[in-house]
């Protein structure tokens, strides 16, 4: 497992802007997918972005596909996920997490061993 730090959250009016960042311990086998889950409250978690470190790929949920971005830096311990167009639903608590490179694409938060503490996003319309 790594350790994993978010931060970025906040609050910001539908239609702004938020970066969050993710920073990992460490570039391990056990981290070469890194993602973002997000959780609403009484609303159950979900997959919102992934990025295999190794081949590149990048994975969206289908609601943030076009306003989202997922990037990483150089030394592959740290993700960003560049929040644009915000909107009212995506008022939750975001997750970063990190798992092996099988663990891309699948949204299944068991597959993912290291998470982080949470940071929340409020968007208000």
């Not at 959250?9 to 997918?33: D, H, I, K, N, W």
Request: hydrophobic share 30%; aromatic share 10%.
């Amino acid at each position: 497992q790594v350790q994993l730090v978010e931060s970025g959250g906040g609050s910001v009016q539908a239609g702004g802007s938020l970066r969050l960042s993710c920073a990992a311990s460490a570039y391990t086998s056990g981290s070469t997918c890194m993602a973002w889950f997000r959780q609403a409250p009484g609303k159950e978690r979900e997959g919102v972005a992934a990025r295999d470190l190794i081949g590149g790929s990048t994975y969206y949920a289908d609601s943030v596909k076009d306003r989202f971005t997922l990037s990483r830096n150089n030394a592959k311990t740290t993700v960003y996920l560049q929040m644009n167009s915000l909107k009212p639903e995506d008022t939750a608590m975001y997750y970063c997490a990190a798992g092996p490179r099988n663990s891309c694409g699948s949204w299944h938060g068991g597959d993912f061993a290291s998470w982080g503490q949470g940071t929340q996003v409020t968007v208000s319309s």
